[in-house]
């Protein structure tokens, strides 16, 4: 999950890596360990990476897709390998391993490299509800925090039911009688919206593509700092509520601990040139995928917030 006040949504520039371009990497056949199945969109972001790369560096860069305790092996893995930059690893959420017990992983485990994809939270209804802004969502939780049945569009606590309980939280909503209802996946969650069996469900808006356009839900607002090009019909929280919470799910490029600064930059410039390709810019738009990018550093202070803002929500859940 990533959620930010300070970090906007928006916010995919950062200092220019151009003049170390020419450097490539992988400058030997390595791995990129990924936390997610074949197929799913994780998968589907760092393959179309991973292709850049082995293209630009003439070197091969294996895909190891590594999902089995809902990406804590994955990341196991590599923040465990060598920090010579053979094995380098998705970078997503990370921060709720540690707080339900799963692994002990805090930002200083990695290393960061780069962010090349955000997606935000969306809060999607059944077409016909009747509630029709956040803003009557807040109202409606403020009064009986568990009349509405919200599907987390996953498991709960994760990337897309955070930045929603971060703002009623906010909005002075108990959360601790909020009504989250896990799901097999977004898709589950969106059938069981159509079929009048939850109420709101949190996810992405590609995810609802499907049902929006045969008219059976809405969306009422996402969880980004500006409309999202795509949807353009479709109000911000910030907008809506007058509150810049902003979250989602997220991607990038970390390595283990310990890896040195030159090797970093060095891996940095290769993944700019990879993102900035019109391969990978057509691919993720194509998609619907969001392509954002944060350079090391400004990812290195994005994980540190996301872990106290993901404390702070896991928290207000589990007094």
Known sequence: MFITRSLAFGLALSAPVAAMAEVAWPEKPSQLVVIAGAGGGSDYVLRLLAAELEKNAGQPLTIVNQAQGGGVVGMTTYVNSAPDGST???????????????????????????????DPAAVTVAEGSELTSIGMIADRLKAEPASLRISCGGGCNASWDIPFVSLMLDEGVDVTKLN????????????????????????????????????????VAVFSAERLERYPDVPTVAAEMGKDVSGGTWRGIAGPAGMEPELVARIEAAVKVAFDSETFQSGMKDRGFGAVWMDAATLAGFMKEHELQTERVIDALNP
């Open 88 to 118: 380098v690893g998705q970078m997503s959420p990370f921060a709720q391993y540690r707080m339900m017990g799963q692994a002990d992983f805090t930002s200083d485990s990695f290393t960061p490299i780069a962010l090349v994809n955000m």
């Open 180 to 219: 989250l209802i896990p799901a097999t996946g977004s898709a589950a969650g969106l059938q069981e919206l159509a079929s009048g069996g939850v109420d709101i469900v949190l996810s992405s808006l590609p995810e609802t593509d499907a049902l929006r356009d045969a008219g059976m839900v809405k969306n």
